[in-house]
């Protein structure tokens, strides 16, 4: 590949694994940002880390930046020349400045009036001196969670850095990072390769770290262990429990990839799956090994080396895993010793948020709400459970199983509630709570889990907008941009006809004068809110954004029919007569802009146009509330295309804007009647469409 190639590699102490990732893609980012601005972009940028150093690898870099002309303004006119026309120190300093003679220099008009002026070619730097200087003050504002200084002072930074390798085409790019020259010079793992090589450029790099077993490249360090852990199993017969996210932080934690099998004690496996699995992964990053759905007293996990020749890294890992183990049995047991029941008092000593009370307040708010949401469904049969679940939702976070993994809250109490034998819905809407976490997740099993998981939702979401609390930017302490997901998805995807405007006000009442704010500013921002995350969810689903709007101006409150809406514009939209319509509902918002309401009377209707088409209004009418009443919103918009024939021949034979005033307020009375009705299923003005394209259509239809 032609062009300079450039290599950064930041060497430090073992930075966190969660860090890495996010580091060096602000690092590349800001690199390749700063080097467009002065055209100077890399044909190809490749990243790399492993747990004690930042990687970046540039090539097709220019080799120097353009020649250009940069013009200089210098001192008024007035300034530079005294009355008899003879240059000042003003003009001489400035004509020095630039190097040329006073007469060379230009008169150029500006704002302030005229003014000196040269011009000076700048010639290109190199771009090795570019690099010099942007370097350093890139790597050293890196934008870490938490940082600390070393040495006299030096930092603030993650961690120390102990060494700098910035070459340009082979050459040494001077620059020093905090207190760190730049050079050649780097290190292989600390205890297997500590002794420093020299690095000569790109490809010398990759060779003498594959030589020392350092894989620098985060996907394919992520993919050997894959293949790795894969194989480890299948020696075992077994296969692993996946998770991604474990797997992503491993390769974090190591340069030179290599695994490790161990086993624990077999009575091991009387604990619930869910702890077991949790318990090894959070305390020793290990996979659980699974044969037929049932685990097996095994584990692998990754070692920062090839090989384990002495057995010592085994031992230690199986040395640790049994005392962590032994600690979940210890809380699991000991837990069981309290029941659910009991255990909610001691809600009243957990605080929710300062100005929001205890998780025992928001217990009995979850509760109300619950119940709010199960009258509305008609669900008196689930009042009961429903009430049982909401009552006992957040008394796992007094358990000392919880405290130990946080990561388990709701499982721990669900687990609890079953092994108390509470009914299926009970323990299951406990266990379910915080589902969905994600996009992927699937929504709470059973009405019982979705109610409660609705309601405790939507509590913490006016609680936090009712204080003002709302997410701005990447800012979201309270993790609201995930529970207002959470709802959209619960309604969507339960197909729940529930007017999420009247829960959200009967969820502020609960609060009573806790709240900061009305109820109408919190009902407002949160409507905003969550159609927010109603945009992106069927964005994702695939629906075209100016569908999506069109449906949600028509009324968002209940998700199933805004969904079904969307679906009906999204199917129609295509089609010729209701572009037309479309189109004519466009030209109906320009005309009816800022008119005042009008009251249309039916004696003035004088042109045959405007007759037919109040008649066609009227017979379309009873068309839309006959396909409403059935929630068949496609046959809405299918009827609404009746009006296309009509619409366009009063747009002929019309003249909306009379000079007669009676005759103007009476036809725009008749298109405000004509615009309420075809806006109840979707507001039709915000369907993009191309006139040209429909045009088109349009010709094909009538020569067909």
């Known amino acids: 590949m032609a062009g300079s190639e450039f290599l950064l590699e930041v060497r430090s102490e073992e930075i966190p694994a969660r860090l890495l990732q996010p580091a060096i893609q602000e690092l590349a980012t800001r690199l390749f940002a700063e080097l467009m601005e002065l055209n100077l972009a890399p044909a190809n ?3 790399g880390f492993t747990p004690r150093r930042l990687i970046l690898m540039l090539k097709g870099l220019p080799s120097r ?34 190097g ?8 150029v008009e500006t704002d302030k009036g005229e003014y000196l002026a040269a011009s000076r070619k700048v010639v290109g730097r190199a771009v090795s001196e570019v690099l010099a200087q942007m370097v350093p003050p890139l790597v050293e504002g890196l934008g870490w969670a938490r940082t600390m200084r070393w040495g006299v002072g030096e930092g603030p930074w993650v961690r120390p850095i102990h060494g700098v390798v910035a070459l340009c085409d082979g050459e040494v790019v001077p620059c020093r990072v905090f207190d760190v020259e730049s050079g050649r010079e780097t290190y292989g793992h600390p205890v297997l390769s500590p002794r420093p090589f020299a690095i000569r450029g790109v490809s010398d790099y990759r060779r003498k770290m594959a030589r020392r077993q350092i894989v620098v490249r985060f996907e394919e360090r992520r993919q050997r262990i894959q293949d790795q852990l894969e194989a480890a199993a299948q020696s075992l017969g077994s296969e692993l429990v996946e998770d991604q996210d474990l797997l992503d932080r491993l390769t974090a934690m190591c340069e030179i990839p290599g695994t490790v099998v161990g086993r624990f004690e077999p009575a091991f496996l009387s604990l619930p799956r ?14 659980t090994l699974e044969s037929g759905g049932m685990l097996l007293p095994s584990f692998i996990t990754v070692m920062d080396r090839p090989d384990d020749p002495k057995g010592r890294v085994r031992a230690g890992n199986e040395w640790v895993v049994a005392a962590r183990l032994e600690d979940a049995r210890f809380f699991f047991n000991e837990d069981g010793k309290t029941s659910l029941e009991q255990r909610r008092e001691k809600l009243e000593h957990l605080t929710f948020h300062a100005k929001l009370g205890t998780y025992a307040a928001k217990t009995e708010r979850i509760a109300e709400l619950t119940k709010e949401i199960c009258d509305s469904q008609g669900w008196s049969e689930l009042v009961e459970d429903a009430s049982t679940a909401s009552n006992l939702l957040k008394v796992d976070l007094t358990s000392e199983m919880v405290k130990e993994f946080t990561s388990l809250q709701g499982i721990v109490g669900g687990l609890y509630a079953e092994r108390e034998q509470y009914p299926a819905e009970v323990w299951q809407a406990i266990y379910d709570q915080y589902l969905p ?11 019982v889990g979705q109610a409660t998981a609705l309601a405790d939702r939507i509590d913490t979401l006016v609680g936090m907008f009712g204080l003002g609390l709302i997410p701005s930017g990447s800012r979201d302490p309270f993790g609201l941009r995930r529970a207002g997901q959470g709802v959209v998805r619960i309604v969507l995807e339960s197909e729940m006809p529930l007017d999420l405007d009247l829960i959200v006000a009967k969820s502020v009442l609960l609060f009573g004068d806790l709240l900061d ?26 629906y075209a954004y100016d569908t999506i709007e069109s449906a949600l101006a028509a009324g968002s409150s209940n998700l199933p029919d805004l969904l079904a809406r969307v679906d009906a514009v999204h199917k129609v939209r295509e089609e010729s007569d209701f572009l037309s319509v479309v189109l004519a509902a466009k030209r109906i918002a320009n005309i009816l802009r800022e008119a005042p309401d009008e009251d249309l009377e039916k004696v ?27 929630a068949d919103y496609e046959q809405c918009l299918r009827a609404i295309a009746k009006l296309s024939e009509p619409l366009d021949r009063f747009f002929v034979e ?7 005033r009676e005759l103007r307020n009476n036809r725009i009375a008749l298109l405000q009647a004509i615009q309420r009705m075809i806006s109840r299923t979707a507001r039709l003005t915000e369907v993009v469409v191309d006139k040209s394209e429909h045009r088109d259509r349009g010709e094909s239809k009538s020569s067909d």
């Open 100 to 107: 040329v003679e006073v007469e060379a220099l230009q008169r």
């Open 437 to 447: 976490a994600s996009t992927e997740d699937a929504i709470p099993r059973g009405r």
């Open 274 to 287: 869910e702890v077991l699995i949790t318990s090894l992964r959070d305390h020793q990053s290990a996979f």
């Open 65 to 98: 930046e353009a020649d250009r002309e940069e013009e200089f303004v210098g001192p008024p006119v007035r300034a530079a020349f005294d009355t008899q026309g003879l240059p000042t120190r003003a003009a001489e300093g400035f004509a020095r400045k630039c």
């Open 604 to 630: 003035r209707l004088k042109e045959p146009a405007e007759r037919d088409l109040h008649e066609a209004a009227n017979a379309l009418r009873n068309d839309i509330d006959r396909a409403e009443k059935q």
């Open 45 to 47: 940028m490749e990243t």
């Open 654 to 660: 019309v003249l909306v804007m009379d000079e007669n």
């Open 517 to 542: 704010r009305s109820g109408q500013e919190i009902l407002s921002d949160l409507r905003l809110f969550l159609q927010d995350r109603v945009r992106h969810l069927l964005g994702l689903r695939g």
